[in-house]
């Protein structure tokens, strides 16, 4: 398998503007997870999915910040407006159901720059 | 709630020292536990991880065991290399409600010198 895929690797824009942020998680996983890592706030979990549907978004700073699974093959995080402290990397991670082996299998992340 | 707690870093090491990275966790039930490695530059990867108390999970030379009586799984390595410069990041997993959910420490920045 070729991993969790993000795109685009590397965002800049300026401020006021939408980004959207793209992920493509491993075959087979039913966990999906949005995480924001900063050197100021550490690794900061946003929102997990379960077999698509929204689990828990309480890490989800602001209404400007919005994720959706479509389908089990692609999830999308979406800032609009955006803002200079959006300015991080976003890491998609995925993870299979079975309670035995909860582990996490990360992307490369998007580094986010808002200016 | 869970939570992991880590030694604060950065620590520094000379080549083929010893390593210790402290963690320990508090949890309501009976967690997996994880190690994970972050390199510049690069999302975190899965280093070793314990899923019951006594477990020890080991790799690449790095080793940590699940100790339940004293709610910790301590990090170690015999004789770290310059390679193994990275952040560590501690971890629990567990089922709440029918879901996972996953707690992370804030990361242990680890610099080893030549």
């Known amino acids: 398998d070729a991993g969790v895929i993000q795109s685009p690797r590397h965002e800049v824009t300026e401020m006021g503007q939408e980004v959207t942020l793209r992920c493509k998680p491993i075959?087979?996983?039913?966990?999906l997870f949005w995480y924001r890592q900063t050197m100021m706030r550490g690794l900061e979990l946003l929102i997990y999915?379960?077999?698509?549907?929204?689990?828990?978004d309480s890490g989800m700073p602001e209404d400007r910040f919005s994720a959706k699974m479509p389908n089990a093959s692609f999830s999308t995080l979406k800032i609009q407006p955006s803002e200079p402290r959006d300015s991080a990397v976003y890491f998609c991670?995925?993870?299979?159901?079975?309670?035995?082996?909860?582990?996490?299998?990360f992307g490369p992340g998007t580094r986010l720059t808002v200016t | 709630g869970n939570s992991v707690t880590q030694m604060e870093g950065p620590v520094t090491l000379s080549e083929e020292a010893f390593l210790t990275i402290n963690c320990t966790y508090t949890a309501t039930g009976y967690p997996s536990l994880f190690w994970y490695v972050q390199y510049p530059g690069e999302g975190l990867q899965l280093l070793l991880k314990?899923?019951?108390?006594?477990d020890k999970g080991s790799n690449k030379g790095f080793e940590a065991t699940y100790r339940k009586e004293t709610t910790s799984f301590h990090l170690e390595k015999g004789s770290v290399q310059v390679s193994d410069s990275a952040v560590y990041f501690c971890?629990?997993?567990?089922?709440?409600?029918?879901?996972?959910?996953?707690?992370f420490g804030t990361g242990t920045k680890l610099q080893v010198i030549p």
């Open positions: 999915f379960n077999n698509n549907v929204p689990i828990d």
């Open positions: 971890a629990l997993s567990e089922n709440s409600g029918g879901y996972q959910k996953v707690t």
């Open positions: 075959s087979g996983h039913d966990y």
């Open positions: 991670a995925s993870s299979p159901g079975d309670s035995s082996s909860y582990e996490q299998y």
């Open positions: 314990a899923t019951k108390a006594d």
